[in-house]
């Protein structure tokens, strides 16, 4: 089975500095990739996804993630952080076989300081 | 598009009783899936319907849990009896055909005494 792992359980920053979040996934195979961020008190909102093609994508809010097949990664980068940038940020794969679900890394929480 | 809709947003009862969470996903999708999140285990897949049919059901925790869609505009969660371990937010999601983009409803934080 599938698993997802997100190193960083706590990162604190101060504002405009930069973030990457580290997520790697067990699968050999197709997969699709998510990153989902929740805000304090609210539910899981879709930043960015890769399906396929070209390994960089964009995301809302200035987030960007890039995939490396080899390394079976898909970590999550914004070049200058924001208070409102606090929130829970969860890795997701699901691998390409039809099976739908999602597995969800342990998240890493993003704590920005004014 | 209203999202999708998870009722009651706020559950708290006591060991032993019923309890019957709600979810009506984004109208068109076809797929809806059911999670729970705890600060122990993190999010977890609990079932997944496809067509209103339960595809994959073998995170429900055990018996007391089980889940329905009887049309592709409802789906219950019901836990009978809950018990106090049994607290956390549960996550509804719909996708739509031919995608894998999950979309999440705002939880129902269910707290058993």
């Known amino acids: 089975a599938q698993s997802v792992s997100q190193h960083n359980h706590h990162v604190i920053l101060s504002e405009a500095a930069s973030l990457e979040l580290g997520c790697n996934y067990s699968?050999?195979?197709?997969?699709?990739l998510f990153w989902y961020v929740q805000y304090p008190g609210q539910h899981l909102q879709l930043l960015l996804k890769?399906?396929?093609?070209?390994?960089l994508v964009k995301g809302i809010k200035g987030f960007e993630a890039e995939f490396i097949k080899s390394k079976f990664s898909f970590n999550l980068r914004k070049p200058s952080v924001q208070w409102s940038d606090t929130a829970e940020y969860f890795c997701a794969v699901n691998i390409d076989t039809g099976r739908r679900a999602l597995t969800f890394g342990s998240g890493t929480r993003l704590q920005v300081q004014p | 598009d209203a999202g999708v809709i998870q009722s009651p947003r706020h559950e708290v009862t006591e060991m032993g009783q019923e309890v019957t969470l709600r979810c009506k996903p984004i109208?068109?999708?076809?797929?809806l899936f059911w999670y729970r999140q705890t600060m122990m285990r993190g999010l977890e897949l609990l079932i997944y319907?496809?067509?209103?049919?339960?595809?994959?059901d073998s995170g429900m925790p055990e018996d007391r849990f089980s889940a329905k869609m009887p049309n592709a505009s409802f789906s219950t969660l019901k836990i009978q009896p809950s018990e106090p371990r049994d607290s956390a937010v549960y996550f509804c999601a719909s996708s739509a055909t031919g995608t894998d983009t999950q979309y999440f409803g705002p939880g129902t934080r269910l707290t058993v005494l």
């Open positions: 109208s068109g999708h076809n797929s």
């Open positions: 319907f496809n067509n209103n049919v339960p595809i994959d």
């Open positions: 890769y399906f396929s093609g070209d390994p």
């Open positions: 699968y050999g195979g197709t997969v699709n």
